[in-house]
């Protein structure tokens, strides 16, 4: 996080103090461009925008058919009625019902005038919900409690402490949660009788690790969780309540395994959890309490599980695997040991699984590029599916736009990447230009869901969009995830150079008209390429990048900073900190002879805006350089003005270094 007290070691380019930072930024402010006419655009207060010129005001008309769609994500079943509510989360808060399949939202049955909520957790019973919220971005988040009906919340957690995850008890009188005290490395595990907070204390305490728990066996003495030692590595453990005492679940292992999403069986005799134990894949392990017997549901599947969700009765479990980025919807009858027929759920991506209390009807978000969120239920008796919500399109024709191409490329050691490429409309004529958007983590995945922006481009501007999974990313086995990690980093920036080859290859795009974009890891990746390959592209866009590795490790939050060093390495040993400052975009500035677009949160508190600023400073006398500074933000814009005002200067930019 950016603070008055913050000070990090930039290597190769000295020190970068908060006070020499805001002077920085105010004299790029003083001789950047305004303007007070009424067809421009101006910056929201909280936003400094260095470098960009004026924002006229027809290109916010032009977006507007593209900003009007929307969708109200799952939020649950009813807990009397055999309805579904639905949630937004933005600026505010609300929760609505629906009261049958295709039917209109009822009034709003919650409403929350907050900013900043993470997301909202129901008490089994119904009459309270948790939920999470921070400030500015900070991700400092505070656990409230919210009597439905009322007005008032109360903040449970001490307003200082990072607090995430709560996890309600059967009964509805305790929350279990994750929580970090101020400068702590480990993420630890609280308990609190949340209408008693004196109540709260540590039940278990992390030596550096991540504490997450997932699920209260089903006479809520015990707890599951998971001790994440980083994004693919972690162990299964039960903690009983009464005593704190802590039980290893997972069988030991000499290599790093994977463990998440566990469950307890209805009788608590059991535990579902998805791991890729013994496997290159991720699948659902049913682990004996007593025994510690392992077998499989189902025994041999083909493809990452994403997620799944035991029935209320224990009789049936339902999972959603990952095929090359798109979900497919399964479902197994545990009694009886066999699956069941696929429900004919639509194709796209399929989240957050819900049974509702008759164990019969499953409800779920889906969402595709022509889809932002629709959630439906499915009878998994007779696999009769129903439609519960539907996105808003405010009469944007949704159906028209581009679908995805699931492209593979060859890369530089012969292994086959994949990706997805979207086209825009036939009324563009010729070569089309092609922005290269990468995803971040590196642990996530690129899956064919709506785009906004995207949109935009494709239909207005007649840019090709194409979306790399290199290495690293999730959805593909277990060797792959590993493939970027440690001193292996660079394979991944030469996956795109690979793939800015195989652009050459296709007689429909433009190779000499290319631009690469990408958030957070994504953001590094970016900045990499347009040092490697600088020759190659037009110009770079990066939000919330890494610009070196070693010094992100170094000064992201303490409880993040072991999960990084397991991913990109030790920064604290020699050879390790000497090869990532080598490969620092920040140290191959010199290297970027194309224009940059910088975009940071000040508040950002994995990567310190410090990584922006010095890249900024190291590029604007050679080359046109774009800076916006949400002084409001932390890691990612999420505020709906200053996401705006960030796709202008987007557009823009892309207007003026891609497509002329």
């Avoid at 009822?106 to 909520?117: D, R, V």
């Avoid at 308990?191 to 690790?209: E, M, R, V, Y």
């Avoid at 922006?453 to 239909?459: A, S």
Wanted: glycine share 8%; aromatic share 12%.
């Amino acid at each position: 996080m950016f603070s008055s007290s913050y000070s990090p070691r930039l290597s190769g380019y000295g020190s970068f103090s908060s006070h020499s930072i805001v002077a920085f930024l105010a004299l790029l402010l003083s001789i950047s461009q305004a303007s007070a006419q009424s067809d421009v655009i101006t910056p929201g207060k909280n936003i400094e925008a260095i470098g960009v010129p004026p924002v006229p005001a027809s290109l916010a008309r032009e977006l507007s058919p593209y900003s009007s769609v929307y969708g109200l994500p799952l939020a649950g079943w009813d807990f009397e009625k055999h309805e579904i509510l639905l949630k937004g989360i933005s600026n505010t808060t609300w929760i609505s019902r629906v009261s049958s399949p295709g039917a209109k939202a009822l009034p709003t049955l919650i409403y929350l005038p907050s900013n900043g909520i993470y997301d909202v957790y129901f008490q089994p019973q119904g009459k309270y919900l948790a939920y999470t919220r921070d400030a500015g971005g900070n991700e400092t988040f505070q656990l409230y409690l919210y009597q439905i009906g009322r007005v008032q919340s109360t903040m449970l957690s001490d307003g200082k402490s990072r607090n995430t995850e709560p996890v309600w008890s059967n009964a509805g009188d305790k929350i279990i949660y994750s929580s970090t005290p101020v400068g702590d490395s480990g993420v630890n595990l609280r308990l609190i009788d949340p209408f008693n907070p004196t109540s709260d204390h540590l039940i278990a305490k992390s030596s550096g690790s991540y504490f997450k728990a997932y699920d209260w066996s089903p006479d809520d003495r015990q707890i599951v969780f998971c001790d994440f030692t980083s994004n693919t590595s972690s162990t299964l453990w039960v903690i009983d309540v009464a005593s704190g005492n802590k039980t290893l679940i997972s069988p030991k292992s000499d290599q790093p395994e994977y463990y998440d999403y566990p469950q307890f069986s209805k009788d608590g005799k059991a535990i579902y959890a998805v791991t890729d134990h013994d496997s290159d894949i991720r699948r659902i392990a049913h682990i004996d309490l007593a025994s510690r017997k392992v077998s499989y549901v189902p025994s041999n599947p083909k493809w990452d599980v994403d997620e799944f969700q035991l029935s209320p009765n224990g009789k049936t479990l339902a999972y959603v695997t990952n095929e090359e980025g798109v979900s497919r919807l399964h479902v197994f009858d545990v009694s009886a040991n066999k699956e069941l027929s696929d429900p004919e759920a639509p194709i796209g991506v399929i989240s957050d699984l819900k049974w509702n209390k008759n164990s019969t009807d499953l409800a779920f978000n889906f969402k595709s590029c022509r889809t932002v969120n629709d959630v439906y239920s499915v009878d998994v008796k007779t696999g009769k599916v129903e439609l519960w919500g539907k996105s808003v399109t405010n009469g944007v024709d949704t159906d028209s736009f581009s679908l995805p191409e699931l492209i593979h490329w060859i890369t530089f050691d012969k292994r086959s990447i994949s990706g997805f490429l979207y086209r825009p409309p036939a009324k563009f004529k010729g070569k089309r230009p092609v922005i290269i958007d990468i995803h971040g983590g590196p642990e996530e995945q690129y899956r064919p869901v709506f785009g906004y922006e995207d949109n935009y481009f494709l239909n207005e501007l007649g840019v090709v969009k194409i979306f790399p999974n290199v290495r690293g990313s999730s959805g593909y086995g277990k060797a792959f995830l590993a493939l970027d990690n440690g001193t292996r980093r660079e394979d991944a920036v030469k996956d795109i150079g690979s793939l800015i080859d195989w652009i050459k290859t296709q007689p429909e795009l433009d190779a000499d008209r290319v631009m690469v974009e990408g958030a957070s890891y994504g953001g590094y990746l970016t900045l990499s390429t347009a040092y490697a390959y600088s020759d190659r592209i037009r110009g770079a866009i990066s939000e919330s990048g890494i610009t070196n590795l070693a010094s992100f490790v170094a000064n992201t939050e303490g409880w993040r900073r072991e999960l990084q060093r397991s991913e990109f390495g030790d920064e604290r040993d020699p050879k390790i900190k000497e090869f990532l400052a080598r490969i620092a975009p920040l140290n191959n500035a010199q290297k970027i002879k194309k224009p940059l677009l910088i975009i940071h949160g000040q508040n950002d508190p994995r990567v310190p805006v410090a990584e922006a600023a010095a890249l900024v400073a190291a590029t604007k006398d050679r080359i046109p350089v774009w800076f916006i500074l949400a002084k409001d933000e932390g890691h990612g814009l999420v505020q709906q003005n200053n996401r705006n005002y960030r796709l202008y200067a987007s557009i823009l930019f892309v207007k003026e270094f891609l497509l002329k």
